[in-house]
């Protein structure tokens, strides 16, 4: 074990814009949510490899003499990290008495853990380890809280191995790796991306490694190198929704219509473009109250062209009323239905306006956060800079 206690943050995601457009070749822009997961990885000496997931009420320990039954199936892989080893999936499935059964949320983030627990110890002695992660983020809602449980994951066993260097210096607070290992973390995480999914598109896990935000176009992911720090509101209407359904829904309405879907899907394009052009600027130069207005214009006609595709519901056309009484402006993110909403809150907004919306909101049955997009990905911590609630959870065990 190359490190014997360390801690590791990384962010969820929202679609800013683009959401459903760009599975027809549009682009969308996704950005990092600065609601986080954190992980602790402790090396023990008691022989046994333990994982603590508090969210989820679920505490998982082997022997480590157990494991090595599994270690036949394993190799050498810290560079080969493009495609799951279908033998050690084989394995483990095995292992934890799933066969070729379905999977819940549960035994997926095992599999993940040990996925990439043995590919990248396997083909050593087996170190005895304590993770536990605590999650900001809602299961579920489209927030991308899996990936960020994936790269936690592929950072901190990736640096307990010595694949990566752990880059926190004796005198910081949180530091970053270099642009290669946030490579090497970023395809790990997509493994566990593809265990817990089955054929992800990457932008999630992409977003917990780099943060900011990401333009995404006919499967190339490019990270944005600056973007302003923008605050949110965040509501989760709770209303549950396939997004496979939603997405079939669309494709049907453009091979119905398609010369009236077909301008949408160019609008919403042009809208994803524009709102990045502005929020480049806004790096660039002054920002100033027109910036806004227009990211205010952009979130109306986006979320207009998303009902338009009949991704909306009922439940995000009172999240837009409620927020538009007090001058703020809302879309859904993700794959609408219900799920996630987001509402741009201005620099001047007042802070009562904002607790009277949050308060609104929660009066509907919504969950609410004020929160920003835009900040880091993955980073590791001191445990000075973790916040005193989430280190006492990750303390306890």
């Not at 986006?302 to 837009?320: A, E, F, K």
Request: glycine residues 8%; proline residues 5%.
């Amino acid at each position: 074990m190359k490190v014997s206690d360390i801690f590791i943050s990384a962010p969820g995601k929202a679609i800013l814009h683009g959401e459903h457009a760009v599975v027809h070749g549009k682009v969308a822009l996704a950005v990092s949510l600065n609601l986080r997961t954190y992980l602790r990885l402790k090396a023990t000496n008691t022989g046994k490899v333990c994982v603590n997931l508090p969210n989820i009420d679920r505490f998982l320990c082997w022997d480590v003499s157990e494991l090595k039954r599994v270690m036949p199936f394993c190799s050498d892989r810290r560079e080969e990290v493009k495609l799951l080893d279908p033998e050690l999936m084989r394995g483990l499935r095995d292992f934890v008495g799933v066969g070729d059964g379905n999977l819940d949320t549960c035994t997926m983030a095992t599999l993940s853990f040990l996925y990439i627990y043995l590919s990248l110890f396997g083909s050593s002695e087996l170190p005895s380890v304590t993770v536990s992660v605590w999650s900001e983020l809602p299961t579920g809602a489209g927030l991308g809280s899996s990936a960020a449980y994936s790269v936690c994951l592929a950072a901190a066993l990736l640096c307990a191995s010595g694949a990566i260097p752990s880059p926190l210096k004796e005198w910081d607070q949180t530091a970053r790796w270099c642009q290669e290992d946030l490579e090497l973390i970023n395809s790990w995480a997509f493994q566990g991306e593809m265990i817990i999914h089955g054929n992800p598109s990457g932008v999630d896990n992409a977003v917990g490694t780099w943060g900011g935000m990401l333009r995404f176009l006919a499967g190339k992911i490019i990270p944005l190198s600056r973007v302003p720090l923008l605050r949110i509101l965040l509501t989760n209407t709770k209303v549950p929704r396939s997004t496979k359904v939603l997405v079939a829904g669309v494709k049907d309405k453009i091979n119905k219509f398609p010369s009236i879907m077909t301008p949408v899907l160019d609008s919403v394009d042009a809208v994803s473009c524009t709102c990045e052009k502005v929020l480049s600027e806004m790096t660039s130069r002054p920002i100033t109250g027109e910036h806004y207005n227009i990211l205010e214009e952009l979130i109306d006609v986006n979320q207009h062209h998303l009902n338009v595709m009949g991704v909306g519901h009922p439940s995000l056309d009172t999240l837009c009323r409620i927020t538009l009484a007090r001058g703020l402006h809302s879309k859904l993110t993700g794959a609408g239905g219900g799920g996630c909403g987001i509402t741009l809150l201005r620099p001047e907004t007042d802070s009562l306006v904002v607790q009277a919306t949050v308060q609104d909101l929660k009066d509907c049955g919504f969950d609410c956060w004020e929160t920003s997009i835009g900040g880091p990905g993955v980073q590791q911590h001191s445990p000075l800079s973790v916040k005193e609630d989430i280190l006492e959870i990750l303390r306890q065990y």
